[in-house]
């Protein structure tokens, strides 16, 4: 009798065991795709900032086109604007929220693939997250292309105006304020005054900067695809946006000239051939040659 009941209760124990285990397996599943998401957020973060300075890559091409002390971007830049709405997509294409459709049979070109939401997890900025809930709400699909205008707001599609992101610079301003990057000021200009945001902790706008011109002298290494992708993303995207000349200003002559000529080097790749690589990001290629086409 003694040994029936020993051998009930470890029979008992053994199913008890092995429910937990099937909990345990299932809860470590639900929670795999979250740490997916999580990982392609922390891969690309620099590790040498702290978590209340690293930037995003909108706000790292706003804050290499602003003018340290007059806080505002040069009036006469007409890229910055979709240059901040490629910024965007890369960003969370970066993070593992984005991702272009199959290329099918046939091989579809980067700027014919439509733009799929991979992951709509919160990132925790706002004008991402906004961005993200247009993408995903949005059928059918639409393209790298159609993004970047549907986001700048330029669309003769009356329908369409609402995926216009207002006043990204301004906000992205207000980030970098919150970040103690830049403070608020208000300056006139004779008819109007306007609010203005220059820099206030040059040590960050110095690593900025230095990060860009190392990567294209004494960190060069001379592939595209053994670059680390947040900064290859910067690059190229600073080049659209038109401000990437600021980063490289400083330098001596001949310093200044490798620079750039490694820069064109990089600019005179063929997305649609670098897509097709290993361990590359289709989303970012597309960006780039939405701008270079």
């Not at 008992?12 to 809860?27: L, N």
């Not at 007409?78 to 272009?100: F, P, T, W």
């Not at 902790?201 to 680390?228: A, G």
Request: hydrophobic fraction near 35%; glycine fraction near 6%; aromatic fraction near 4%.
């Amino acid at each position: 009798m003694t040994s029936l009941t020993q051998r009930t209760s470890g029979l008992v124990q053994r199913r008890t065991e092995a429910i937990r285990s099937a909990a345990a397996d299932k809860e470590r599943e639900s929670g795999g795709e979250e740490d997916e998401v999580r990982r392609g957020e922390e891969e690309d973060d620099d590790k040498g900032d702290s978590k209340e300075t690293r930037l995003t890559l909108m706000e790292e091409v706003l804050l290499l086109g602003l003018k340290d002390r007059e806080g505002y971007t040069s009036f006469w830049n007409d890229c910055i604007s979709s240059g901040l709405r490629g910024c965007m997509l890369v960003e969370l294409a970066l993070r593992g929220r984005l991702q272009l459709e199959a290329c099918g049979v046939r091989r579809k070109s980067l700027l014919a693939r439509k733009v799929i939401c991979k992951s709509d997890a919160p990132t925790g900025d706002v004008l991402l997250d906004e961005a993200l809930k247009h993408i995903k709400e949005t059928q059918p699909p639409e393209t790298v292309q159609s993004w970047i205008e549907l986001l700048s707001g330029e669309t003769w599609n009356p329908l369409k105006l609402h995926y216009q992101l207002r006043n990204v610079r301004e906000r992205l301003a207000k980030n970098l304020v919150e970040k103690g990057v830049l403070t608020t000021e208000k300056q006139n200009f004779l008819l109007f005054d306007m609010t203005t945001h220059p820099l206030t902790n040059s040590t960050i706008k110095q690593r900025l900067v230095k990060k860009v011109q190392d990567s294209v002298l004494e960190k060069w290494v001379n592939d595209p695809h053994r670059m680390d992708k947040r900064v290859l993303s910067l690059i190229l995207l600073a080049h659209s946006s038109d401000v990437l000349e600021n980063a490289f200003a400083p330098l001596q002559d001949d310093q200044y000239d490798l620079g750039m000529k490694r820069v064109h080097t990089l600019l005179e790749l063929e997305p649609e051939k670098e897509s097709t690589k290993p361990n590359t990001n289709e989303l970012m290629w597309a960006v780039v040659a939405a701008f270079t086409k």
